[in-house]
């Protein structure tokens, strides 16, 4: 599984307007509930799974992104939420950088290896300063699913 297998346009929001871990992680959220139609307790479910697992260790990988995930049953397949921000926002990364590229990334249990498949394939989408800073710049999701289909 590749970020191109789950890209989806109305998953991805630019910018982001929150200016702190939670906040964006709450909007990430609200951007999934919405376009997929999950209920209010719901979305509080995967809040709550996705804060839960941020509690554990800070998900911020470095190089200006972060990937908060979490496995919850609610979710019935591999999903993503991409969301950028203008701002740089603080999620305790290794290298000590702020981040402003974000990745949601929730699956159910039984599909696992899918997510962990996901997770990789951010992380090595990613790798190129050049393409970071080409999504930070994006003005909205069309310009930010070119960037990766490129």
Same mark, same amino acid.
Do not use: W
């Given at each position: 599984?590749?970020?191109?297998?789950?890209?989806? %346009?109305?998953?991805?929001?630019? @910018?982001?307007?929150?200016?702190?871990?939670?906040?964006?992680?709450?909007?990430?959220?609200?951007?999934?509930? +919405?376009? +997929?139609g999950?209920?209010?307790?719901?979305?509080e479910?995967?809040?709550?799974?996705?804060?839960?697992?941020? /509690?554990?260790?800070?998900?911020?990988i470095?190089?200006?992104?972060?990937? @908060?995930?979490?496995?919850?049953?609610?979710?019935?397949?591999?999903?993503?939420?991409?969301?950028?921000? $203008?701002?740089?926002?603080?999620? =305790?990364?290794? =290298?000590?950088?702020?981040? $402003?590229?974000?990745?949601?990334?929730?699956? @159910?249990? +039984?599909?696992?290896?899918?997510?962990?498949?996901?997770?990789? /394939?951010?992380?090595?989408?990613?790798?190129? %300063?050049?393409?970071? $800073?080409?999504?930070?710049?994006? $003005? =909205?999701?069309?310009?930010?699913?070119?960037?990766?289909?490129?």
């Amino acid at each position: 599984m590749n970020v191109l297998d789950v890209l989806d %346009k109305d998953l991805v929001k630019v @910018p982001l307007l929150s200016s702190d871990k939670k906040g964006i992680i709450v909007e990430l959220v609200d951007t999934l509930v +919405k376009a +997929k139609g999950y209920s209010a307790a719901q979305g509080e479910q995967i809040l709550d799974a996705v804060l839960a697992r941020e /509690s554990l260790g800070s998900t911020g990988i470095g190089g200006g992104i972060a990937i @908060p995930h979490a496995k919850i049953d609610v979710i019935e397949e591999v999903t993503m939420v991409l969301g950028i921000s $203008r701002e740089s926002i603080d999620f =305790d990364s290794p =290298d000590g950088e702020m981040s $402003r590229i974000f990745f949601l990334v929730l699956a @159910p249990s +039984k599909q696992a290896s899918a997510h962990v498949e996901l997770l990789a /394939s951010i992380a090595r989408s990613c790798t190129s %300063k050049i393409f970071r $800073r080409l999504l930070e710049q994006a $003005r =909205d999701s069309e310009e930010v699913i070119h960037l990766f289909m490129e």
